[in-house]
């Protein structure tokens, strides 16, 4: 069994701790949290499995870190802290531990990450002697190796295009949802995550990814944006009110050109409410879908719909993300340390987890 820390217990945190304790080759070592409340919590409460566990949460990183796990579930948010982020991966990896988060966009595409993100990991590499490996969903598995496998059933392919549309009430990052993404601001507002260069820099790494895959050379990498606002005041069950004349939807695109067309594209299609730029491509039930089209010959769709935590739907694609993650780990503890990416570290079948449902 292979000892495996769970670092935070947010929207990905519970998820985690549910994936190793469903993993028959791991065993939860630890879960570490940064709120006072939570500590002494059993780790089954915090991740939602209503049965305990026996692991109580503790906020003391460096005696679970002492402990020489093998592997850690960094699901600690690195949006608005990842100096943070990167500091706490390198420490324990230093450790001698695996890592797997989704955490680090820019490590997405390890081998083209900036030298002042990769260089400290791989001194941590040659140091402890552990692991990284980062992904997710979107980035991550949804514009990644779904799409890549999916090519293989083309004759002719002519442009890949990768869609997240989500009505991101259901999403449980308010701060994110609001401020990050800019809904219910006025339209005048430049949300942080819709800068110019920042969708480049969160999902370019995927269109690399899938270009090194496919054996082509990318021209550039380009940008569109549309945005939306509510022609009449919503109220929303998870996030309360959103204004009329405020952003209600946005709408960008990150292509791939090659040879001057557009040919590796990902979307993503955001609404606050539904009634917002109904022209727009909707998910089949309104709520939120991941969906890959091979335009070429065949033309093939794919939809993926997953959900969690009561049928909610980020919930679910939450806990894909973290399915591929933790799938990934007795794979990395066999393989040699290093810096690894979603094309390095393969999807595999859920081998023993069939049915199975833990004591």
Known sequence: MIPTVVWGTGNVGRAAIRAVEAHPALTLAAVLVHDPAKVGRDAGELGGLGRTLGVAATDDIAAALAARPRA????????????????????????GAVVVTPSLYPLYDQRNAPPELRDPILTAVAEGGGSLFV?????????????????GLGTEVDVIRCQEIFDYSTYEQEDSVRHLIGMGHPMDYQPLMLAEGVPTMVWGGQIRLMARALGVELDEIRETLDRRALETAVTTRTMGDFAAGTQGAVRFEVQGVVHGTPRIVIEHITRIHASCAPDWPTPPDGVGAHRVVIEGRPRIEVTVEASDEGENRSAGGNATAVGRLVSAIDWLVDAQPGLYDALDVPLRPAVGRLGRRPA
């Not at 960094?74 to 990842?82: E, H, K, N, T």
């Open 72 to 95: 850690v579930v960094y699901a600690a948010s690195g949006d608005i802290r990842p100096d943070d982020a990167l500091a706490d991966i390198g420490r324990a990896i230093r450790s």
């Open 135 to 151: 992904s997710g969903v979107d980035p991550g598995w949804g514009n990644d190796v779904l799409p890549l496998l999916i090519s």
